[in-house]
Every structure is written in C-alpha cells, then in structure tokens.
C-alpha cells in the first residue's frame, strides 16, 4: 500500500475538504475497494496499492462521473429556453458519446426524460406548484438506486406533503444558487475535463497541489464552494463527487407526531461566536427587510487514523443533526458535546466549521470557515456539569439576540459561548473553567442593571464545577470560601440558618429574578442587603462584612454572622498573600459570585478535597489581633468577643491604628492580652484589611492566632 499525500485536497475552502471525500469515494467504488483515507498535517493522505501515475491515468480516461441533476430547478438541460441552452448540449453530447465511462450517465439521463414525461408532461415545474415539485422529486427518488440517489439526498429531501422539500444548506435551494445552477455548473466541469479533456494537466494540481506546466484557472464560477475564485473543473468535478458522501435524511418529532424535517450531517444553528469576525447578522438571512433563520453551519470532520469509505459514510451518517429555528435546534453548546463523543469514539481530532453566510446580494452565499473545533483526547465525566446551564444557555442566546438588548449582553454572551466551547476541547483545563465561570458573571453583572434579567441568574451549580476550576492558586480558594460561607441568624432564641451570602449580589426566590412593577414595568426588585456592585473586588469584600455587621447589631448578636462552609475556610497563608496585595482581589471576588451559585450543604456532602499549596506566610500580627476581635467563632475557654463595629468602620476610613486599639480593648475584656501594643498603616493598607475580613477563617486558625499573639493566655484557655 503507498501513501499519496493529496496537497489539493485540504481541510479550506470547503471545495478542497469535499474533494478529499470525492477522491475516497471514487478511488473506491471504482478503483481500489481497500483504499483508505486519513487527514495529516492539513492534507488529505490517500492509502492505496496504485501508484501517482496510475491514480492519474484513472481519473482521467476511465472514471465514471455520477450523474447529477436537478430537473425540479433552473438550468438543469432537460427543458427548451435559452438559459437551458449550454446544459442542454452537454447532455446532448453525453447521450451522444461511445465512450464506456458515460453508460450509466446516459441510462440516467434517459430515465430522468421518462420520469419527467410520466409526471410534468416533460415540462418544467412552475415555482409556485410545490405539490408538483413534490411529485417531481418522489418520483426521481423511487426511480434511482445507487449513486444517482445519493446526489439527491445530497440537495434535497422530502418532507411532508403539506410542507413540501427542504434543501440542504450544502447546494443552496435544491441545486440552485440565486439564478445558478449547480448542475449546470457541474455539467460544464464534465464537458470541459472529461469530454473536450481540455483540462487534463490541471489534474496533478487539482488532487496532489503542484502547479502544472499551463494555466489551471478556470473562468467559470465556483458558487459558494470556492468563494475566492481560483478553481479549475477538476476541483468541481471532484468536489460535487464528495458531495454525495455528505447526504441528508427525513427525521419525524415523535412517533404520535407527524411533523418531519431534514437531518444534515453535522449541522448546527448559526452563531456568531467562536470565531473573531462573527456578527449577529451571520445567524439570519435577510429577506425583503425581515430577518429569517440562515442557512446555519456545517461541522467537516478530520479524522487521523486510516479508514474506508464505508466508515467515513457511517461517520457522516451518525452525524445526522436537525438546525431549525423554532423547533429542536442544535446550538454549538449542545452540538458540541455531541461531536466530541463522536470524534473520541471513531478517531476524529478536529472539526473544521463552516458557515454558509448571506453575501452582499442577499440572493447567495459563502462557504466561509470558522475556524476548528479541537476534540478532546479523551472523554471526561467533568463536561457533565455543563448540563447544569443547558436550558439556560438557550433562553439566554435568545434574549441577547432580542432587538431591545444593548450591545454589551449579546457581546458578554457571545463570550460565554465561545467559553463554553472552549470548555468542551479542553475539559482538563482549569483556566478554561474558570474562564467560563467568569463569562458566566459577568452576565448576572449585566442582568443587576436591568438589562437580560428575562432569561433568569446562573441555575444551581453541582460541587464538581469546584474541582474543575480548582487550579490550586491562592485567588481559587479565596474565592471559594467566601462563596460558600454563611451564617446563623438569632431571632428570639431560635437559630436558622440565613440563604448564604448570594443574596447580597441578587434578589432571588426559587432560583429566579424577584421583580416589581406597579406601574406596568417590570424592575428587578432592590434591597437593603443587595450590596455587591461587581465593579471592584476590594469595595465588595468590604461592602459585604460590613452588611452583615449591620444585621449583626440588628439582630443583637454582637459578632459577625459569617462561618466558613467545612474544609473551605481560608488559610492563614492565603490570606497572607492578600493583604500583600499579591492576589487580584477584582477576579478573586467574581469568581466568588459564581461560586455563589453553588450549595454549601451540596459543597459539604460532596467532601471536595482542594489543592493546597500551604506555606509559611503569616499576616502581620496587628490584622490578626483585628481578625481575632471580629471572629465569630468562640474562643478556646469558650468565651466569645463582643463585636465592636467601630473597628470596621475605622479601617473602611484607613485609619488602621484606631482599629487596632479597638480590637485590643475587645481581646482584653475576655482575657487576651496580645503583646502588640499599636500600629499603623497607610489608608489603603487598612481598607485592605477590612476586605479581607470577607474571607473567613475555622476554628484552628483562630487558635493558631491566639497562640501567636498571647502564648501565655493559649495555654490557660487550652488546659
């Protein structure tokens, strides 16, 4: 077996990609039926025991071209009219040739005639007769067996008698582009390469990329398979031959339902995300003013690993999808969960997107790519929490893509799909997750003010959202625990616990908006403990501790009703680190607001172990005298500190010193006697100090705190 490296055939512009599967197809069926074909590097490799020359002599002087055509549409030669004029006598020609190659072109065309005197009288369809069309196209597709069907699946398929056809985004509307025609094109590619074999040098280019020793630019248009020009009729020829491989089918909702539509081989809803040109215009087609669904975008597989017609015909077939607005789409979330089980399961690496977008003319369109879709290398149980956003994901597209929604949410949620995808290639990366958690925020930043709030908060998140982002830095765990912290409000000497610490970031009931609207107008509903803006990271720590010492002295508990959610308390170390000013207190907050969305009670009995990177940093004695006094938890004897919300308000002002002898007078009042006697720092510092009074601390810390500060009194209180 030789290995031919076909540099004609690469994965852009799609022509070249469905040229790789026509000269599979071809080599196969007629050739060599153990050929084999696998992508390498950006070109098609072919696998068979022929040689180059062989492989050349082969196409041209003994392949047999598939008959292709499309009687139901314009041009199509079957028909008097001089737009059917140049088709007309390239059919002429076939019909008339001795050479064997044409035997079953001529059979199908004879066919064709007779199909059309049986149904239309051998006249043209009128546009307006869809029942006609209908009949047309059924009886063609009875008439066919073999490769005459499969180039009709390929632009068309039948689907109801009421609704008539759908056409495959690959040939336009059935085999027509605006005023041309496919076939028509087609047959002049046939007349030119294979009957006048006028072309016959531009072959070595056409499949294996080298140059040949004359011209090998064809003036005849490409369509939208070659939407830079430059093709010649062998890259025609082959590519409509690989065509056929993609082939459509007729799927129904339900069994007790009756409505049916077209199931294309890996095609998705159009979205304009993934790709750095995209607009929201690329996912409709205009039409007389109106915006309509488009055409949508077509996933193509590359595959690495040797394999056969067969199975590359299976792939495409287990990649049937439906992309209908209005009914079941597929979106790129969803759509790409299904690709990547896919490509791990049959060797496919890569995709490569295109998306048939509407051209100037509004009357065709492009083939354009979208860049690659990257396949995991193998399948991970972490992309399961994406099924905690799959509902969402859709009502959110669909309000971004509402007239009335400012720009920045259709941008801020493009990010988050373009996040998601990214997810999806790469399910072992931390950064990716948190990226994604991050996009996901900045929606709910986005909803707060009013706008987008109709398609609802980020649901309920599963724990192992935790152990996808984990990526064991400081910011992570910072984030973590003051997400999941809580606190337990005395009412009349009952205890309860409070929602957690999300309900100072949004007003929600049931996992929805609460909204007002006496007037008519529907508002996100406001309140006292909304206190969280999400514009800076040390503004909302502070905001948040010191809402809560508010309803501390509100509900007369005298300390601050914070705990840390268990084993995601913050260490010492890592809260060193902040008040170092080495951590991103602007990220370490939002990735903390989406952590919100994750249950305490869920985080405990999942039993998440975190990636810990402990080390011997201690903050300065005078904040831990400062945190020791604002502490919730009990002292070792017991005892617990009376809050004194001076200290706090002392520190949002930056003067650190008057805090500190504050927190001093509260230690010694319950026995703690701290050798330090007073310090200083500049205002910054001490709002820093303040902010980190947000991330709360377990009981261990607290008492390796008090054995710094007062060793003496440790021991007392210990024994």
């Not at 062998?234 to 339900?254: H, K, N, P, Q």
Request: include cysteine.
């Amino acid at each position: 077996m030789k290995l031919h490296y076909l540099s004609g055939c690469a994965p852009t512009p799609l022509a070249h990609y469905l040229k790789a599967l026509g000269v599979l197809r071809l080599v196969s069926e007629q050739l060599d039926p153990e050929a084999r074909g696998f992508w390498k590097d950006d070109e098609f490799v072919l696998v068979s025991r022929f040689t180059e020359g062989e492989l050349l002599d082969f196409f041209r002087n003994r392949y047999e071209p598939t008959p292709m055509f499309n009687p139901w549409g314009a041009r199509s030669g079957f028909y008097e009219g001089s737009s059917e004029k140049t088709s007309r006598n390239v059919l002429a020609r076939i019909e008339s040739s001795t050479d064997s190659r044409f035997r079953a072109f001529q059979d199908a065309i004879q066919t064709t005639r007779s199909v059309l005197l049986e149904t239309t009288g051998g006249k043209k369809p009128d546009e307006a007769d869809k029942s006609g069309r209908i009949r047309l196209v059924r009886a063609l597709r009875s008439a066919f067996r073999g490769r005459e069907s499969d180039w009709i699946d390929s632009v068309v398929a039948i689907v109801g008698s009421e609704k008539g056809v759908e056409n495959p985004a690959l040939f336009g509307t059935g085999g027509s582009e605006g005023s041309g025609s496919y076939t028509a094109a087609f047959m002049k590619a046939i007349a030119a390469s294979l009957l006048d074999r006028a072309w016959d040098h531009a072959l070595v280019k056409s499949i294996f990329g080298r140059e040949p020793a004359r011209n090998a630019m064809w003036g005849e248009s490409f369509g939208q398979f070659v939407p830079t020009g430059g093709a010649s009729p062998w890259d025609l020829v082959l590519a409509f031959e690989g065509a056929c491989v993609v082939r459509s089918s007729v799927v129904r909702r339900s069994e007790s339902n009756s409505s049916r539509w077209t199931a294309s081989p890996f095609v998705v809803t159009a979205l304009a995300s993934g790709f750095s040109s995209g607009a929201r215009i690329d996912e409709f087609v205009v039409s007389k003013g109106k915006e309509l669904p488009g055409r949508g975008e077509q996933w193509f597989p590359m595959w690495s690993a040797p394999v056969s017609l067969v199975e590359v015909a299976h792939l495409f077939q287990e990649g049937r999808s439906v992309a209908r607005l209005g009914k079941q789409p597929q979106t790129a979330f969803s759509f790409g969960l299904s690709v990547a089980r896919i490509g791990v399961a049959r060797g496919v690496r890569e995709f490569v997107r295109f998306g048939y977008l509407q051209r100037n003319n509004q009357a065709t369109h492009f083939a354009v790519p979208l860049g690659r879709f990257v396949v995991p290398e193998r399948a991970s149980t972490s992309l399961n929490c994406l099924n905690d956003i799959e509902k969402w994901m859709p009502r959110l597209h669909r309000t971004a893509l509402a007239s009335t929604s400012p720009g920045r949410l259709k941008q801020a949620e493009r990010r988050m799909t373009e996040s998601v995808l990214a997810v999806i290639q790469e399910p072992d990366s931390s950064d990716a997750w948190q990226n994604l958690l991050l996009a996901m925020v900045h929606i709910e930043a986005i909803q707060v003010t009013g706008v987008g709030y109709d398609a609802g908060p980020i649901p309920g998140l599963t724990p192992a959202w935790i152990q996808c982002a984990d990526d064991g830095s400081v910011s992570f765990r910072l984030a973590l625990a003051c997400a999941l912290q809580s606190g337990r409000v005395e009412d009349q000497g009952s205890r309860q616990l409070d929602r957690g610490v999300r309900r100072h970031w949004l007003s929600l009931e049931n996992g929805r908006y609460l909204t007002r609207g006496s007037d008519g107008q529907a508002r996100l509903q406001s309140g006292a403990d909304r206190v969280l803006r999400g514009r800076s990271g040390l503004e909302d720590a502070i905001a948040l501790i010191t809402r809560r010492v508010v309803e501390s002295a509100q509900s007369g508990t005298r300390r601050i009703p914070l705990f840390a959610a268990k084993s995601a308390a913050a260490s010492l170390s890592d809260v060193a680190r902040l008040l170092a000013g080495e951590i991103d207190l602007d990220r370490t907050m939002a990735l903390a607001r989406a952590f919100m969305a994750i249950s305490k009670r869920g985080y405990e009995d999942a039993q998440i172990q975190l990636r810990r990177c402990d080390s011997n940093h201690v903050p300065d004695d005078a904040w831990l005298a400062i945190r020791l006094a604002t502490s919730p938890l009990l002292l070792p004897n017991q005892q617990k500190v009376n809050l004194d919300p001076a200290i706090l308000r002392r520190l949002e002002a930056g003067d650190a010193g008057m805090a500190l002898e504050l927190a001093l007078r509260r230690l010694k009042a319950v026995g703690v006697s701290p050798a330090i006697r007073f310090g200083g720092v500049p205002p910054a510092t001490a709002r820093l100090w303040a902010a980190a009074l947000a991330f709360p601390l377990n009981a261990a810390a607290s008492r390796k705190i008090l054995s710094r500060l007062d060793p003496q009194s440790f021991k007392e209180f210990a024994a």
